[in-house]
């Protein structure tokens, strides 16, 4: 008898702060103290024909013998002897599927409903009835469908609204608030209407279901419930959801792997866990997990007894609210159990069934993850045997991998091994009948506590209390108790309502409960209406209070508004300032910058100056120290050139002085000539001719001889005299001569200028010496002016006589006349010539005399 205490309904205001316990799995390892063997259970299957000769006898009800028949390959070793085997529980061939449900899944189920994790596997070869035992027909409804019946009448009341749990993927479940599941309900129904969803109900197995379906106990009446139903296979040692939405259905399933999540279950990652709410829908999601099954063998050309399948029934409970009516939005409160429905590949040896290539390969695949959870489970059978630790090799295989949770303590395992008695399958019976007797001395640690015990605050039975209450109001109510529905309505802070006497919630004494709660509800309506009278008085106060303030709140609000405009208009011109400064302030910014750039440029500049400075410098001092060096070379070379030219001078100073010496020698000579022979009788020729050949000595004899006949005779005697002052010139010139404006003129003392000399001015006294003067052009045009000099020596017959002794020439060039070098040659050599010719003429002339007399005879 379950009894429970009701409370009042509690206030929004109430607090409820519920101690979190800790996670039921962590302790899990801690609290396993009892160990279970694996449940083998052994059913056979009827003969197919009459004709086949059965090789297995019942012995008990756990006890069955094999017969080997002569087709046998150890019939001889066993010498006929029959072997037995013990299992559970034996199901002959006339147990119904009930039975076997109940024998075997029923106490799974139970145990699902209290959070207890289990297994279930069918073992035996093709055709052994596995399949059947597992889900059956239409009209013998397996174990799956069963347990779901079950499941569902159990839980009907308690279930939780569709979408309150969803699946994070990762294998636990997360807790919808009402809104969001309502959203995603309204979601499920449209795509629901615009799918226009046919209902595709496995008709085999869903048509009948058990009517005398009971009611397992266990339920916790203030959990609520939720079933997910996944279905996986695993083929080629591949897993696949067979569950997962497609739109292409002949799209190959994606290969799904195993992990492992936060609490160390194994489960398959991503796999699509379906909501189910009622035994019929979740016979249509596995008959949709079927036909994606029967398409996916389609296309890999396999069959289906080559895979198993794992059909999971995953119960999610969570406790409800204090009101019992919503589940508390706490995921760590949420209770998750499986219980998984494994339909194996039948177990044959391949030199039995004489395939070959993919059936062959199949056939290794499956035979290699059967041998595997065989070697699984002696290992653990060793293990437990010898206390040793032996590694478990669950992760050869996907099959052993997805179960290695339920071996390690994690669950409940069962086996229902089925066999086919025709003699033909003894070999392949007896294989399995031995597996199945090892696995059974296999044993799994208890998982205790089933459920973990929250400590979370809420009375127990809220749920029950809370329809009980619900029922009285509505009682009150139909008694004409208006005020019934407002008795849940709080009264807040204000008031107190009485507080609820303790109630003892027991089956036998509901009326009597509900007749004291409806007496104490009257009073408390009572009591609320007294309360609310006064309440109304005060909420007139109130409210009258509130006018006021909303009076003066209105009054605030609008001088709030004023100085909130001012606060704005205030603000804006701080932002436009704030603007402002932000502008200068980067202005000023970027003129530093640029300052910063021209100090550094100016630096850069100075170190450059300084750098040319320097290099100016130093070219400076090497251009003093190459003019000195300059200076002192030309120094050097002045002195040199002078000392040359000093030397040169030297030279033709001494050889001027020797040339002088020569002359002023022969102007001696020539003067003591003179001396010695002016009275002397002798032709002045003779003297001018000694004269001559003193100087030129090796003139031809013509040239002598001519010049000796030209000249007139002279008496040097006569000459006369020279002294300063005594000389007097007589000038003959041609009237048209030009004056020839030379700077250097003639010096004359004494002069007379003639055009046409009469006798007298030779003749008389003063004049001592005589100038012809003319004038004529050269070849070039030019003006050339000769003078022709001479003593005037009177001559013995009273007369005188011009000797010539000197011819100066003056030639004039036009300073207009266009430069012509070999024209300047020529006149050089002209005037070269003439100076050869000159000294010549002189020579001629010389010896050429003008004679005349006193008489006015004139002889030139
Ligand atoms: N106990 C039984 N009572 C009546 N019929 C049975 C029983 N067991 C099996 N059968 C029938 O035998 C046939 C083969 O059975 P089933 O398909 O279950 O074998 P299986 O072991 O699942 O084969 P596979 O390994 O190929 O899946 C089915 O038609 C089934 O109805």
């Avoid at 000389?727 to 046409?756: C, D, F, M």
Wanted: glycine content about 4%; hydrophobic content about 30%.
């Amino acid at each position: 008898m379950k009894s429970s205490k009701m409370r009042a309904p509690a206030t929004p205001l109430r607090p409820m702060l519920p101690p979190k316990t800790p996670k039921s799995r962590q302790n899990s390892k801690e609290n396993l103290v009892q160990k279970d063997p694996v449940q083998v259970f052994c059913r056979i299957r009827p003969l197919q024909s009459e004709s086949d000769l059965s090789c297995i006898r019942v012995v008990s009800s756990s006890t069955v013998a094999l017969i080997p028949p002569e087709s046998a390959i150890n019939y001889k070793i066993s010498n006929n002897k029959e072997t037995q085997y013990v299992f559970k529980h034996i199901f002959d061939v006339d147990s119904s599927q009930q039975e076997v449900f109940c024998t075997v899944a029923q106490p799974l189920v139970e145990g699902l409903i209290k959070g207890r994790n289990g297994l279930l596997f069918s073992y035996g070869v093709t055709g052994s009835g596995k399949t059947y035992t597992m889900t059956g027909n239409k009209n013998y409804r397996g174990i799956m469908p069963r347990c779901l019946d079950v499941l569902f009448k159990t839980i009907s009341d308690y279930q939780a609204k569709k979408f309150v749990f969803k699946p994070d993927r990762l294998n636990g479940f997360d807790i919808l608030t009402e809104a969001d599941a309502m959203l995603h309900r309204q979601t499920e129904i449209n795509s629901r209407l615009m799918k226009l969803e046919r209902k595709d109900t496995d008709i085999e197995i869903a048509s009948t279901a058990s009517s005398d379906v009971t009611i397992l106990s266990g339920i916790d009446e203030d959990n609520s419930y939720a079933v997910f139903i996944t279905y996986v296979e695993i083929y080629n040692n591949n897993c696949y959801d067979l569950l997962e939405p497609s739109n292409n259905r002949n799209q190959p399933l994606q290969t799904k792997i195993v992990r492992e999540d936060n609490n160390h279950n194994m489960f398959v990652h991503g796999v699509t866990e379906v909501e189910v709410k009622s035994v019929e829908e979740a016979l249509n999601v596995f008959h949709t997990g079927q036909k994606r099954k029967r398409m996916g063998h389609t296309i890999l050309n396999a069959e289906s007894s080559r895979s198993h399948s794992v059909f999971t029934i995953r119960l999610v409970q969570a406790p409800v609210d204090i009101n019992g009516e919503y589940v508390v939005q706490d995921r760590d409160k949420i209770t998750v159990s499986q219980l998984s429905l494994v339909d194996l590949a039948g177990s044959e040896r391949t030199n039995r069934t004489k395939n070959t290539g993919q059936r062959l390969r199949e056939a290794g695949n499956i035979n290699n993850s059967l041998m595997t959870l065989r070697s699984c489970l002696e290992i653990l059978r060793e293990n437990l045997l010898n206390g040793g630790n032996k590694k478990v090799p669950y992760r050869d295989t996907k099959l052993t991998h997805l179960f290695k949770n339920y071996f390690d303590g994690e669950g409940q395992v069962k086996m229902v091994v089925c066999v086919n008695p025709r003699s033909d399958d003894y070999d392949e019976s007896a294989h399995v009948m031995k597996f199945a007797e090892i696995t059974q001395e296999v044993q799994i640690a208890r998982q205790t506590p089933i459920k973990p015990t929250f400590d979370n605050g809420l009375t127990p039975g809220r749920r029950r209390a809370n329809q009980l209450f619900r029922q009285a109001m509505q009682v009150l109510e139909e008694n004409g108790q208006e005020d019934a529905q407002n008795l849940e309505i709080d009264l807040g802070l204000i008031y107190k309502l009485p507080s609820f006497s303790d109630f003892q919630l027991r089956n036998d004494n509901m009326n009597d409960i509900m007749k004291e709660l409806m007496i104490c509800l009257e009073d408390r309506i009572r009591c609320r209406k007294r309360l609310v009278e006064d309440f109304d008085v005060r909420q007139k106060e109130v409210r009258q209070l509130i006018y006021n303030l909303e009076s003066e709140n209105i009054r605030l609000k609008t001088e709030n508004a004023a100085v909130t405009a001012t606060l704005n208009q205030d603000r804006e011109r701080m932002k436009v300032l704030e603007t402002k400064i932000m502008r200068y302030e980067t202005t000023i910014d970027t003129l530093n910058r640029r300052i910063r750039d021209k100090d550094e440029h100016i630096s850069q500049m100075e170190t450059d100056l300084n750098e040319k400075q320097h290099q100016i410098n130093r070219k400076e001092q090497e251009k003093e120290r190459q003019r000195r060096k300059f200076d002192n070379k030309m120094a050097e070379e002045h002195d040199k050139k002078q000392r040359e030219l000093e030397n040169k001078l030297g030279e033709q100073k001494r050889k001027m002085e020797s040339h002088m010496r020569t002359q002023e020698e022969k102007l001696r000579l020539v003067t003591d000539i003179i001396n010695d022979n002016e009275f002397k009788a002798g032709p002045v020729s003779n003297l001018i001719h000694q004269f001559n050949a003193h100087s030129e000595g090796n003139a031809p004899q013509s040239e002598r001889k001519a010049r000796t006949k030209t000249i007139a005779m002279t008496n040097p005697r006569h000459r006369r005299s020279k002294s300063v002052g005594n000389e007097g010139w007589l000038e003959h010139r041609a009237p048209s001569i030009a004056h020839p404006g030379t700077v250097l003129q003639p010096y004359y003392n004494r002069t007379k200028t003639v055009t046409s000399p009469e006798m007298k001015d030779i003749t008389n006294n003063r004049t001592s010496r005589y100038c012809l003067i003319t004038q004529e052009a050269d070849t070039d045009g030019e003006l050339e002016t000769k003078l022709y000099k001479g003593d005037v020596i009177p001559t013995k017959t009273g007369g005188a006589q011009v000797v010539f002794d000197d011819i100066e020439c003056l030639t004039q060039q036009s300073p207009t006349a266009s430069p012509n070098t070999s024209r300047k040659r020529k006149s050089e050599n002209e005037r070269k010539t003439p100076s050869k010719k000159s000294h010549t003429e002189i020579g001629a002339r010389c010896s050429t005399g003008i004679e005349g007399h006193y008489s006015k005879k004139q002889r030139v």
